[in-house]
């Protein structure tokens, strides 16, 4: 069986072709793979006599080269011999052109032409002003670590307080994050030389951006004492630790999914009017979120975000719920996370700060309890918290005003407006997506993204419509072949879908084609691609991205709609927390973006489009 490859450079000619011609370039290498090899036609006058064409569709031809390594001479070989030989694919045309196209190739041009595999695929690179060029060749590792020297220069700047920057996706956030930590341990090394504790926190939403924090960090300060000065950890990692150390034991946490469940039990088993979800929210996004101790300031205080309005009776029946409930868990030793930052932000206040500076990456979905506790976590002065974030990206519920919760950024604000990462045509795509509604931002004022822009072109992202779950996984299959035959390192690539369903079927094809998997969050394995749900993939970068099941049976899901119970208000917020979780997902990939859906697609893209 003679496998017909595709050559790095076909991957950018391959993105424009409409998805028909697509799908038909598909089924011939499929074919060719099978054994059951199309014909190959030698082109007279060809300045090359190696060069084939292969049809395509009634119009379209593609123009195939042998491996680099045979030898030229074996124009005279029969059909079969031909079949033998290993082929590339280098481009697919319409058919006159093609044909002018391969007679114009010649002999010494060919070994040029066909970059091995594993060696960078120029063509999949985004094209940037020449500043960024070599940025944008160089390793992706290698790029991650790239700052702008206008971004440099701020992580640098003596701030006589909290500083804040904002910005669309890709805008280098959390680059300037990383190199503010690595400057403040520098500063912190040089002023305290004699003591060498963790004095800067770096933090994040997940294990999987710490880790991905934590292993750029080792590049930015090779020198080990100046590394051990930074502590890089997840909010509730450190909430955690904080509490353990207080208390010695490990408190054993529960989601909020798990505490709606149990919460939703008891409810049902005492006869009163509220689910569990709507006991936990208000517990979480009332009364944690406001620090409330009394019932008498949840009588009075302002309930901004919550949907159903609660008499002044039904708050008192809702507060003696809750307290029996939380009483409970503490019988067990069971904590919801914002509860446990609200304990470790208490500990901190009776012992002290831990650190001398607080940098905060996704700061935008931090909790009012999180901010409370580093806000106690470093003392109030010069170049306390450095935080990044952008509204937009919000997926949790969590709305706050930093300077209610003592943290005052007014004067010290950033907002970039340049994407470095995701293409304008990516860009052009997605921001649709997010509908026309500014964010919340953290200093109380609206936060908008006009202005935003990007310095990269690229491929417009390729949307592909399919009958059947099984074409939908198969095209995604051959998908991920072109990317990795292009020289795309399969780290470098990921996969992901709304929910664990797609996520499954995606594996299983994947492996069963020979591509090795491992979870988004995973971190290390650089020979697999990576595979996950839309909501794991926040904060991370890849070259390429493909989102499966943009179906509109699937996306918005309908349990998120239906839980918002027929309220227009609760609707409208979970649509716009989908909007999120998609434009964050598409907006993950520097070089491509693939997206596929069966039937009908998600009314997320279509209302846009
Ligand atoms: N001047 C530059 N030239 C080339 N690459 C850059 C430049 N500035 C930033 N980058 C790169 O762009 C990428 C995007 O930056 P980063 O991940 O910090 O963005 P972000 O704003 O945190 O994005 P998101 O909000 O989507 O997570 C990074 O890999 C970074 O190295």
Redesign the pocket.
Not at 143 to 149: A, D, G, K, R, V
Not at 167 to 178: D, Q, R
Not at 418 to 422: C, I, N, Q
């Given at each position: 069986m003679s496998a017909l490859a595709i050559a790095p450079t076909f991957l950018s000619d391959f993105t424009r072709l409409t998805p028909d011609v697509q799908l038909d370039t598909l089924a011939v290498m499929r074919a060719y793979q099978a054994g059951d090899q199309p014909g190959l036609e030698s082109v007279a006058g060809a300045a090359d006599p190696r060069v084939r064409v292969v049809s395509i569709a009634p119009d379209w031809s593609g123009v195939i080269v042998p491996d680099p390594d045979v030898e030229p001479g074996t124009e005279d070989a029969g059909q079969d011999e031909a079949h033998e030989t290993p082929y590339r694919l280098l481009t697919v045309r319409p058919r006159d052109e093609a044909l002018r196209y391969a007679r114009s190739l010649r002999p010494e041009a060919l070994p040029d032409t066909l970059v091995e595999a594993g060696t960078d695929p120029v063509d999949l690179t985004p094209i940037?002003p020449p500043?960024?060029a070599g940025?944008?060749s160089s390793p992706?590792a290698q790029?991650?670590?790239?700052?702008?020297?206008d971004?440099h220069r701020i992580t640098e700047a003596h701030f006589n307080g909290s500083a804040q920057i904002t910005?669309?996706?890709?805008?280098?956030?959390?680059?300037?994050?990383?190199y503010r930590a690595a400057h403040l341990a520098e500063l912190d090394a040089a002023a305290h030389p004699g003591d060498t504790r963790e004095s800067v926190l770096l933090t994040t939403y997940n294990r999987a951006l710490a880790q991905s924090l934590a292993d750029r960090l080792d590049q930015l300060l090779p020198d080990p004492g100046t590394r051990s000065r930074v502590k890089v950890a997840t909010i509730d990692s450190l909430a955690r630790s904080i509490v353990q150390t207080h208390t010695s034991t490990a408190p054993r946490m529960a989601g909020k999914d798990e505490l709606a469940q149990r919460w939703r039990a008891v409810a049902l088993a005492d006869g009163l009017p509220f689910s569990g979800r709507f006991l936990v929210d208000e517990w979480e996004q009332v009364i944690l979120a406001k620090g409330l101790e009394l019932l008498p300031d949840y009588i009075r205080c302002e309930r901004s975000g919550r949907v159903q309005h609660l008499a002044p009776e039904h708050r008192r029946q809702v507060w003696e719920t809750v307290r029996r409930y939380v009483g409970a868990m503490r019988v067990e030793g069971l904590w919801s996370y914002p509860q446990l930052a609200g304990e470790a932000a208490r500990v901190l206040g009776r012992s002290g700060p831990l650190f001398r500076h607080v940098v905060v990456?996704?700061a935008q979905d931090l909790h009012p309890a999180q901010w409370r506790m580093l806000r106690a976590a470093v003392p109030e002065g010069p170049d306390d918290l450095f935080i990044?974030?952008?509204p937009h990206?919000r997926v949790s519920d969590n709305r706050v005003s930093l300077a209610s919760l003592g943290i005052n950024v007014r004067g010290r604000g950033h907002r970039?407006r340049?994407?470095?990462?995701?293409t304008q045509e990516i860009l052009d795509w997605s921001m649709p997506i997010l509908g026309r509604r500014a964010a919340l931002g953290m200093d109380d004022d609206a936060d908008t993204l006009a202005g935003y822009r990007s310095?990269l072109r690229g491929p417009a992202p390729v949307v592909r419509g399919c009958e059947s779950r099984t074409e939908e996984l198969t095209a995604l299959g051959e998908w991920v072949r072109v990317w990795l035959e292009a020289g795309v390192n399969p780290s470098e690539i990921a996969v992901a879908g709304r929910n664990q369903w797609v996520v499954r079927g995606v594996t299983k094809e994947l492996e069963a084609r020979g591509v090795p998997t491992t979870p988004l969050e995973g971190a290390g394995d650089t020979a697999a691609v990576r595979v996950g749900t839309m909501h794991r993939m926040?904060?991370?970068?890849f070259r390429c991205v493909a989102l499966v099941g943009v179906s509109d049976h699937l996306l918005p899901p309908k349990a998120a709609l239906e839980a918002a119970e027929g309220d227009q208000v609760a609707l409208e917020h979970a649509y716009q927390q989908e909007r999120t979780l998609l434009f964050?997902a598409c907006?993950?990939a520097?070089d491509a973006l693939y997206v596929s859906h069966v039937g009908q697609p998600s009314r997320l893209i279509s209302e846009n489009w």
């Open positions: 940037g500043e960024l940025a944008l992706f790029w991650q670590i790239t700052l702008h020297p971004q910005g669309g996706p890709g805008t280098g956030k959390t680059v300037m994050a990383l990456d996704e990044v974030g952008d990206q970039l340049v994407s470095y990462r995701v310095l926040k904060g991370q970068e964050v907006t993950r520097r």
